[in-house]
């Protein structure tokens, strides 16, 4: 059974850091793409950054140059580094893996993780 156990949210001062850790565990697998994702309250999830299994990496515009993502493929984790935090960055941060079967594939979600920025 493939689960994902995320961790590392927690309440950080205007201009503070997180870094958000996502396990992937499970007998036998193949990751693809994994991503990070957030919701607001009030608003819909959005895409934060992904990375394929190529080592592809990408954040969108709004996180640009604060945010990164990284992958261990040894270990399946993705990471996301979240630096120089804003108010509007609080959200619930949910970890998310394509995984390949045969026949075609399953997506994967983690529990989500608070991250509260306080001014």
């Known amino acids: 059974q493939v689960r994902l156990v995320e961790s590392g949210g927690g309440l950080v001062q205007t201009g503070g850091s997180l870094r958000l850790s996502c396990e992937v565990s499970?007998?036998?697998?193949?990751?693809?793409?994994m991503g990070w994702y957030r919701q607001a309250p009030g608003k819909q999830r959005e895409l934060v950054a992904t990375?394929?299994?190529?080592?592809?990496?990408a954040c969108v515009d709004s996180v640009k140059g604060r945010f990164t993502i990284s992958r261990d493929n040894a270990k399946n984790t993705v990471s996301l580094q979240m630096n120089s935090l804003k108010p509007e960055d609080t959200a619930v941060y949910y970890c998310?893996?394509?995984?390949?079967?045969?026949?075609?594939?399953?997506?994967?979600w983690g529990q989500g993780t608070q991250v509260t920025v306080s001014s």
């Open positions: 998310s893996a394509r995984i390949r079967r045969v026949g075609g594939f399953d997506d994967y």
């Open positions: 499970g007998s036998s697998f193949s990751i693809s793409n």
């Open positions: 990375t394929t299994s190529g080592g592809y990496l």
